[in-house]
């Protein structure tokens, strides 16, 4: 399996990463310029309300409304962590680990959060699952830290290994050297990826990890109540850190800066994959070069269509997702109607698998697969679905078909689903049912160029167009473009751009920043 990476930055877009397996998209993930309450963050809290009745408390994070946490969320530890915020923020705690710490017992799995906290108390909280909806974040006091091939907790002991790790040597021998090297008072979880993995490359993770607590404890110090104490890194570094592997042959970037912080972080986890990293210089937006941006198009909506004339119909609620699949124009295959349902419903399935992905779908997912009355076709779709989703990172359940051929599956959700406007308003009216002269455009567009040649005496000047009009403006030997230069004695260089609609048009410099009009 061939994995690529493209990565988009703009301005006012923030960062759009597009993970492709074979050149099919499989995951999109966005990351606003201005991301704060990400996944991983860490938030020193203040409590404002205690809720018995939910065992939950909510807690002033920053966030316009207060996040939420739950008594099961608090962690076994949490006295520990009280009580090394109080020392931490009286000045009375010198120490950057956890050594000389005397560890609170574990709280009770059944107690009330109002014996734990009370109003206005300070606690560092980590954010769980991020605002979706009406809803504030959701936080978890039981702290940890993520590496790429372990995860630091800490007030622990205890030294676990992902279950994907199967062989009981390896397993051994990963956990004699976690335990030869990690820091009193601290657990650590070893993630699959390290199956494999030396004592250096194994000693050099859990050091960064020891390093951003530090950060953490001494930044506690002087934190104020509702501010960010921790940061989770970057949206690209961390699926880097989670996924990047032999199999990645391109991470195509087309912002320098991110393009020399993506490299510095590969050369940093996996230096062998350092080669891969290649900064795009193409006047093309980078998802239209890749193909990137068609398979968006094609995948989000309603309506998806699978190659062979099925059909899947997708509908949303806030908590629920409902698939159904239909065989469409699909012609019968010569066995029988059975084997045709189970063709259909595996190419279903597989689809279906990528759609979870792709729009980050969590929460309760029932499929409609077209009834199958042989119980190993049943059992053979199962099977097929439960393969295609191994790949899921998200937590997933899946429930066998019922006896009335629903499929349910269960899928974490941390962050809002990924959701793409694919309808558009009509590209020559707007949606008004009018059209707009297109000879007034150019006259639009001519009249804000003489102003920003004239007036505001620009040098490089790039028009972006839909390719309809760019097309119109660059033809014939006497074109527009060739008119305008002759006008004004400087040459328009024309940028063509599918995403924008018909009657769309911006001005760039020769900074590549958009001139505002």
């Known amino acids: 399996m061939v994995k690529e990476l493209i990565i988009d ?45 939910l065992n939950a408390a909510f807690v002033d994070v920053g966030y316009e409304k207060d996040a939420f946490l739950h008594y099961l969320d608090l962690g076994p530890q949490v006295q520990s962590l009280l009580k090394l915020t ?6 009375s705690y010198q120490e ?65 290994i992902s279950k994907r790790i199967k062989g009981n040597p390896e397993r051994n021998r990963l956990k004699k050297i976690v335990e030869s090297i990690k820091p009193a008072n601290f657990g650590v979880i070893i993630r699959t990826v390290s199956e494999g993995k030396g004592v250096e490359e194994m000693q050099k993770d859990l050091l960064d990890l020891i390093s951003k607590w530090e950060l953490f404890t001494k930044r506690l110090k002087t934190a104020e109540p509702a501010h960010k ?22 991470i195509h970037v087309n912002d320098l800066a991110l393009h020399d912080e993506v490299k510095s972080y590969v050369q940093e986890i996996s230096p062998d994959l350092e080669k891969i990293v290649k900064l795009y210089k193409h006047k093309e937006p980078i998802f239209d070069h890749f193909g990137v941006e068609r398979q ?5 909506g309603k309506t998806v269509n699978l190659q062979g004339g099925a059909y899947l119909v997708i509908e949303h609620t806030e908590a629920l997702h409902v698939v159904d699949v239909n065989s469409g124009n699909r012609i019968a295959s010569k066995e029988n109607q059975e084997e045709n349902a189970l063709l259909v419903n595996k190419e279903a399935a597989k689809e279906i698998a990528r759609q979870l992905r792709l729009r980050d779908m969590g929460g309760i997912v029932v499929i409609d697969f077209i009834d199958m009355h042989k119980p190993t076709n049943r059992k053979e779709l199962y099977s097929y679905l439960k393969e295609c989703m191994a790949n899921d990172r998200a937590k997933h359940t899946i429930l066998p078909p019922s006896k009335f051929g629903l499929v349910q ?28 002269s297109s000879i007034v455009l150019l006259d639009d567009i001519e009249n804000n160029l003489s102003f920003i040649l004239q007036e505001q005496n620009e040098k490089g000047v790039t028009l972006a167009v839909h390719p309809y009009i760019g097309a119109y403006i660059t033809s014939g030997l006497f074109s527009r473009r060739v008119k305008w230069f002759f ?31």
């Open 9 to 53: 930055s703009t301005p006012d877009k923030g960062v759009t990463i597009a993970l492709l397996q074979d050149k099919q998209l499989v995951e999109l993930n966005k990351e606003k310029a201005d991301n704060n309450f990400a996944v991983g963050d860490i938030y020193l809290g203040r409590v404002k309300k205690i809720m018995p009745g």
């Open 409 to 436: 599956i269960t899928r974490q959700r941390v962050r809002p689903e990924m959701s793409v406007v694919t309808s558009e308003k009509c590209p020559a009216c707007g949606g008004t049912g009018e059209i707009r």
């Open 96 to 160: 950057k680990l956890l050594n000389s710490l005397k560890l609170e017992k574990d709280i009770d799995k059944a107690g009330k959060i109002s014996d734990i906290l009370s109003r206005n108390v300070l606690l560092p909280v980590q954010i769980a699952k991020e605002p979706i909806s009406t809803k504030g974040p959701r936080l978890s006091s039981d702290l940890s830290i993520a590496g790429r091939f372990v995860v630091l907790v800490p007030f622990s002991s205890t030294v676990s």
């Open 229 to 250: 104490v921790l940061g989770e890194m970057d949206r690209a570094s961390t699926i880097l850190r989670d996924i990047l592997t032999d199999e990645f042959t391109h």
């Open 487 to 517: 006008k004004y004695g400087k040459w328009i260089k024309i940028k063509t751009a599918s995403s924008y609609h018909l009657t769309q048009f911006r001005f760039f410099n020769n900074k590549e920043e958009e001139i505002k009009l």
């Open 86 to 91: 109080r020392i931490v923020k009286n000045g």
């Open 296 to 300: 968006i198009k094609a995948s989000f």
